[in-house]
């Protein structure tokens, strides 16, 4: 009985050596397959027989080895750390690629085209306060003001176009992302039917599931568990999104209508419309939110098309008063929570201060408002309180008419409306509504060349009210070409002048850009340096892999052979004890 037994322990060894050499061999095969995990053929002792018992030990007889489990050699610790790095530099790829795209649209990094275009602008003003009545002058100043404003629009167009750009962007992130929790909740099925038995381990299902994992942390910030029955849960900002029976996907919404927009959020429909980042908070490294391509471009994109009035200035305020200063400081927090996170819309708010300033500086010298606001009462009986009105001791055009006519024009708006007083006197009232009766600004997405003065340069309001060339108004817009006009952003209080402005704006989104940029690579590297750990780990490597092969090939022919010299022993006492 006791040879029958060895002939079982000699089956145990060609079992264990066969199932570690198809490993091997699996191995091999897929020693290029992305993703792929190193299996290896855990081997150990079956149990033992007890034949007898002496008075200090027992008479066991042991029954072979087994293939106790076949194992992926994988270390969780850097998959989790790989997969958070791998979040933070989708983030901040995301941010860095918005910022690149901006830097194309305002079409230099040195300061040359946009930039040309307001230096022929300020060339012509300067023609202009030197020969005032020369027709070719006038043309030119004209000519050049059509010209930086078209340019501005087109970048400020472009800017637009490029959120709508993003917005799709989002839109096919998040049908990205769900079908990643799609994907994970089929692979969770199978994976626990498989192992459900506890024969078998779903090894090439896990190694799918760890891919989809990978691909996953790029785009949000996800954590995950794997619970008993080998199904792992996964929950994005903090909120399930896949679990143990489904998943919950996200979807887009327009939030934002009451600015106007129609840019999408990210949602949890399971949770009425919960929105999935909360981004008014400070994202940072310290703050361990500054995770996911998807937060990345949400970002970049900003809420809203922005304007100068989303960059508040010291000046539109009554600093002098509590009440003033607390308005202030709530716009303020409305720029650092909406409009500074967003290079986007930082940009638009960049650019339209410059633009305004620039247009305002001229549009005040040629049809200039009266330093002192009035109260009156209309013929009309309309009271009009402390309102702003033209200064008529201004210059006009040859035609001698009032209000004079200015160079850059709101759409649909005058910029004087003329009102006749209760005691006969004419005002020229600065007018804030177009004929919508809506709100009208100096906003590039709001102005035109004024079209009478395209069709007659007699119209610039360089004569006198006597007659005379007006020599001081050119002057006049030189010197405030010159006056510094607003800070860049609340965080530098300090005026600049426009070329000042322009060159901050442009030194502020390049710098946002090098930093991006910096802790892209940054965490290019630190990514990739983990991969090559688990690599190292979990990586087949084919040299080691034959040498597995030959070693497992030689246990099983050294199997073969222990059964062979059983069996001729068997044969032998057989043919003995037969004879």
């Known amino acids: 009985m006791a040879k029958m037994t060895s002939f079982y322990v000699g089956v145990s060894g060609l079992q264990a050596s066969q199932n570690a050499i198809n490993t091997t061999a699996h191995n091999l095969s897929n020693v290029n397959t992305t993703g792929y995990v190193r299996q290896q053929a855990i081997l150990g002792d079956r149990d033992y027989s007890l034949v007898g018992r002496k008075a200090t030990s027992y008479m066991q007889v042991g029954l072979g080895v087994d293939s106790i489990a076949t194992s992926r050699i994988r270390d969780i610790l850097l998959d989790s750390a790989y997969r958070s790095e791998n979040s933070r530099g989708g983030f901040y790829e995301a941010q860095y690629e918005a910022i690149t795209e901006i830097e194309t649209i305002v079409g230099e990094t040195e300061g040359e085209q946009y930039q040309n275009i307001i230096e022929k602008l300020w060339s012509a003003i300067n023609e202009m306060s030197k020969t005032?009545?020369?027709?070719?002058?006038?043309?030119?100043?004209?000519?050049?003001?059509?010209?930086?404003?078209?340019?501005?629009?087109?970048?400020?167009?472009?800017?637009?176009?490029?959120?709508?750009?993003?917005?799709?962007?989002?839109?096919?992130?998040?049908?990205?992302?769900?079908?990643?929790?799609?994907?994970?909740?089929?692979?969770?099925?199978?994976?626990?039917?498989?192992?459900?038995v506890g024969v078998e381990a779903a090894n090439d299902l896990r190694d799918e599931r760890d891919v989809v994992l990978d691909e996953l942390s790029k785009l949000v910030k996800m954590?995950?568990?794997?619970?008993?029955?080998?199904?792992?849960?996964?929950?994005?900002?903090?909120?399930?999104?896949?679990?143990?029976?489904?998943?919950?996907?996200?979807?887009?919404a327009e939030l934002d209508g009451d600015r106007g927009s129609t840019y999408l959020s990210c949602v949890w429909p399971h949770l009425e419309g919960r929105e999935v980042f909360f981004l008014e908070e400070e994202i940072s490294t310290a703050n361990n939110n500054d995770k996911g391509e998807l937060k990345g471009y949400l970002l970049a994109r900003g809420d809203y098309v922005a304007d100068y009035t989303d960059i508040p200035q010291t000046k539109d305020y009554d600093l002098t008063t509590e009440e003033g200063r607390n308005q202030y400081y709530d716009a303020v927090d409305i720029y650092h929570r909406e409009v500074s996170p967003s290079s986007v819309m930082s940009m638009q708010a960049m650019l339209d201060t410059l633009v305004n300033g620039i247009v305002t500086s001229i549009n005040d010298v040629m049809a200039p408002k009266a330093e002192e606001r009035v109260s009156f009462v209309g013929a009309d009986g309309t009271v009009y309180d402390n309102v702003e009105v033209l200064d008529i001791n201004c210059s006009v055009g040859a035609d001698g008419e009032l209000p004079p006519a200015e160079l850059f024009s709101r759409l649909y708006t005058d910029r004087f409306v003329e009102v006749l007083a209760d005691d006969g006197t004419t005002y020229y009232v600065y007018n804030d509504l177009n004929t919508f009766g809506t709100e009208s600004l100096y906003s590039i997405k709001n102005m035109e060349i004024n079209q009478e003065v395209i069709s007659d340069y007699s119209k610039l309001p360089f004569t006198t009210r006597e007659g005379e060339i007006d020599l001081e108004m050119g002057l006049k817009m030189v010197e405030a070409w010159g006056e510094p006009f607003a800070s860049l952003n609340p965080d530098n209080l300090t005026k600049k002048t426009f070329k000042q402005y322009y060159n901050e704006a442009i030194y502020n989104i390049g710098n946002r850009g090098t930093l991006n940029q910096a802790i892209a690579e940054n965490q290019v590297i630190a990514t990739s340096q983990i991969n090559a750990k688990r690599n190292e780990i979990m990586g087949v490597s084919s040299d080691e892999e034959l040498t597995n092969l030959i070693k497992f090939q030689n246990a099983y022919n050294a199997s073969s052979r222990y059964i062979n010299v059983i069996s001729e022993m068997l044969e032998h006492i057989i043919m003995r004890l037969g004879s």
């Not at 027709?135 to 629009?153: C, D, I, K």
């Not at 490029?162 to 079908?179: A, G, H, M, R, W």
């Not at 954590?223 to 887009?252: L, R």
């Open 132 to 196: 005032p009545d020369s027709l070719v002058a006038r043309s030119e100043l004209v000519m050049y003001a059509e010209e930086f404003l078209n340019r501005s629009q087109n970048i400020y167009d472009t800017l637009i176009a490029y959120q709508d750009n993003l917005d799709t962007k989002i839109t096919e992130l998040v049908n990205e992302v769900n079908s990643y929790g799609a994907k994970l909740n089929e692979l969770n099925k199978l994976i626990s039917s498989v192992e459900a």
């Open 223 to 252: 954590s995950y568990t794997e619970i008993d029955n080998g199904i792992v849960t996964v929950k994005i900002e903090g909120v399930d999104f896949v679990s143990e029976t489904s998943v919950f996907p996200m979807e887009t």
